[in-house]
């Protein structure tokens, strides 16, 4: 099962006399948190602000972590979800926006509802319980932005935080 390549990624800047460049054109480096026939995550881009900076140093493409925005700040990477593979149920207190570049994917809610979102489709993700499976036989590419955003508050109070679940094997 091969891995698809890692993405590449061009950054426009400014020079010391605030000319135009191409600042960074580069593979990003995948990382594999739950091991060699998981999902895969590349960082693209992040940044540590709002508003953003457009003269900060650029921030550093390796990642060792599972991606995450910063308390003010966005994060721009892509998951690679491997043929028949599941990822956790879990919800970040994000909203999230989603593109799937290659393949398809099956986003599954915590009552098991599900929808499938193929090549050229999108998602917003706003702070809910979910999982990705994917069905297919192919790898899928989901390219990701992903915001800080406060946490839902029901009406009796209640506060959904951060949550991770385990996999529960669908037979897939």
Request: hydrophobic share 35%; net charge negative; proline share 9%.
């Amino acid at each position: 099962m091969a891995l698809l390549p890692p993405p590449r990624i061009v950054i426009a800047s400014h020079n010391e006399e605030g000319k135009s460049v191409f600042s960074r054109d580069t593979e990003a480096p995948l990382f594999g948190p739950f091991g060699p026939n998981s999902g895969q995550f590349t960082t693209l881009f992040t940044t540590d602000s709002e508003p953003a900076s457009n003269t900060a140093e650029l921030p550093s493409l390796i990642t060792t972590t599972i991606p995450r925005p910063g308390p003010k700040g966005s994060y721009f990477g892509t998951s690679d979800i491997p043929p028949g593979a599941e990822s956790p149920f879990h919800r970040t207190v994000t909203v999230d926006y989603m593109v799937v570049l290659k393949g398809e994917i099956v986003a599954r809610l915590d009552d098991g509802v599900e929808k499938t979102i193929k090549e050229g489709e999108m998602m917003v993700q706003m702070g809910t319980i979910h999982s990705w499976l994917n069905k297919s036989d192919k790898w899928c590419r989901m390219l990701f932005v992903m915001l800080p955003a406060e946490k839902v508050v029901m009406k009796d109070g209640k506060v959904l935080d951060e949550a991770f679940f385990p996999v529960k094997h669908s037979g897939v």
